[in-house]
């Protein structure tokens, strides 16, 4: 049979008290009552309550139970018996989404005010109108009940993170407030609540003020001219990253937010402006910082009240370059070393910041196959070379056409380099970039060079014995590569083994008559021996095959100072002073030669030479005092 629902208008009641908001409907339980139904109808009350009627009412005690649980109790003063509790309540039900929810539990009806604690499946949605009905006879009568949201599963959570979001924005913890919007939105059980669909758009509020906050500062910073130019770098510096964050941060996958949000969009495009904004600004200012770092580098002047500066800036730029890795072939980046004692002076004379511009820029052009240096640089320092004590225009200006594939040229300057350099450890690496022009020229022994590389590398890390091996490969597949024979022989001067170094250093220059490192390395393992005539030989060797430089003509002076010939010692020194006549040691030799030749009055012109030399170096000062006394002593 079907029956007769009656949809009622709700009748929602709120009790408010101090004991909280209970949200309770009325609803007609009897038509009549009474003496043969001659009595008014009765009506009852539906209230929310927890499973120990707990008042106030929160989302926890509401929801901490198995069971939703709601009160009834009569309304207008009457009892209701213990017949209507059997047979009338159970006639209630909850309705929602075409779904009854029939009572599952049932307490005693209190006394005290003849209430009965009703307990129904937590399938019901309280965040959702649901329906409460009651049949009459026929009748359904259905009355609309409305849970307040305070109520609802997960409220006290939702209030809390909300309100703390909300006092982080105020009080200007940005990054805290959209850390908490963020717990928020990856709680799925809020998205009940209406205002959850405005967290999307809160946060990004939360973005934009953040965002608002660092413009400011950042454009502030980069134009405040109160500070100087590193000030405003850091400055940018520092504050570019908080942009960059806008940036990473405001679109969120895992919050469903893209960078095309609606309520994103503006912001993010705002902030990658920004970002680039800021970048071209900070190179700007970099671009300044450098030029004034740099600048009196590349404008050179020796001449000026500061020369001696720029001199000892060129002296470590030639050492520093000259260090590179002229064997690595596949490298992007230049590695550059200096020797402590420049690096030291280099701080004392808070020059470090320039030295350290300069090398960053060149490698900033070497990384977009540019030449080296700056067009102006290699001119004014080729104007100022007769203020340094060795070509190092030659040794600047060879490495940068050795990185540009000017070969021909580096190789000009490399035998320039070789004509008067008297520093071993700078001409050794030019030697080493004339043997690598020849491999990139000649594309052979380029798989003889990695091995090499690699022995040397082992060799430091004190596997003498592999590195061995790897030398004896190199020599084994080219036996006629000069280089490789140069490298064994340096290996085996290392180890102890002169002989065999020796035999490995004139196989070396056999191959390269040229290769004026061989010459030395021999010169310099008979040399420790004692050993004059091999050295005469081995130099005599050097100049038969054009090697007409300063050095060889000085160890030549040398070995026949040795060997008691103080005639030829002299003439040697003389050529090698024609070649490089500000050198220092070669005056202290041609002064220490003339007194052993009892010529005093040269050796005392020579020792005065040095001094004018180098006034501030000791040597030629305790030989000229030497002198004098001989002299007095009648010697």
Known sequence: MNRLVILLFPVVLMILSAAGQVPSVEFKVKEKSGFLGIGPPRFMSLSMSNADRQLPLTSHNVNAHAQYYFLIRPVGGWLPDAGFVKDDVPKLSLYQNQKEFPILSRSEMLLADSSILLGFSKELKINEQFLVQFRIDQLVNQIEFKVPMELWPGYATFDRLTTKASTEYSSGAFRAAIATYATALKNDSLKIFPGYAELKDQRSRVFESFLARHESALYGSAGDVMLDLKQRIRAVDSLRPFIQYVVDSLPDPSLG???????????????????????????????????????????????????????????????????????????????????????????????????????????????????????????????????????????????????????????????????????????????????????????????????????????????????????????????????????????????????????????????????????????????????????????????????????????????????????????????????????????????????????????????????????????????????????????
């Open 257 to 635: 937010i893209t960078p095309f949000e609606p309520g994103a969009s503006l912001i993010y495009d705002r902030a990658r402006q920004i970002l680039q904004t800021s970048r071209a600004t900070r190179d700007s200012l970099q671009d300044i910082l450098d030029d004034q770092n740099v600048r009196w580098i590349l404008d050179g002047g020796s001449g000026a009240r500061t020369g001696y500066l720029y001199q000892h800036m060129i002296e470590t730029l030639a050492y520093a370059f000259s260090s590179v890795d002229f064997l690595d072939t596949a490298s992007t980046t230049l590695v550059f070393t200096i020797p402590q004692e420049l690096h030291a002076r280099l701080v004392k004379y808070n020059l470090y910041e320039s030295y350290e511009t300069f090398t960053r820029l060149s490698n900033e052009r070497f990384a977009r196959r540019n030449p080296l240096f700056s067009f102006e640089f290699l001119p004014n320092v080729l104007k100022d070379s007769a203020s340094f004590t060795q070509p190092y225009y030659s040794m600047l200006k060879a490495v940068e056409d050795y990185f540009f594939g000017r070969y021909d040229a580096a190789l000009k300057e490399i035998f320039l380099i070789f004509r008067t350099c008297s520093e071993p450890l700078l001409t050794e690496r030019f030697d080493e970039m004339r043997a690598m022009i020849e491999v990139r020229r000649t594309k052979r022994y380029a798989d003889v060079v990695a091995i090499l590389r690699e022995a040397r590398k082992t060799e430091e890390g004190g596997q003498t014995e592999a590195a061995f091996e790897k030398y004896r490969q190199a020599n084994t597949i080219a036996p006629d590569f000069a280089f490789s024979s140069y490298r064994w022989g340096k290996y085996y001067s290392r180890i102890g083994d002169p002989i065999r170094a020796i035999t490995f250093f004139q196989r070396a220059y056999q191959l390269d008559t040229l290769h004026l490192s061989a010459y030395r390395e021999a010169f310099d393992l008979y040399r420790r021996g004692g050993n004059y005539k091999p050295m005469i030989e081995v130099l005599n060797t050097a100049l038969r095959y054009g090697n007409q430089y300063w050095e060889i003509f000085f160890n030549l002076g040398l070995a026949y100072l040795g060997d008691g010939d103080p005639a030829r010692a002299i003439q040697h020194f003389e050529k090698a002073l024609t070649i490089n006549p500000h050198n220092y040691e070669t005056n202290i030799q041609l002064g220490l030669a003339y007194q052993n030749a009892r010529n005093y009055q040269k050796a005392r012109e020579y020792f005065n030479n040095a001094i004018n030399i180098d006034p501030l170096r000791q040597a030629a000062v305790d030989y000229l005092m030497k002198l004098n006394e001989i002299q007095r002593s009648g010697r």
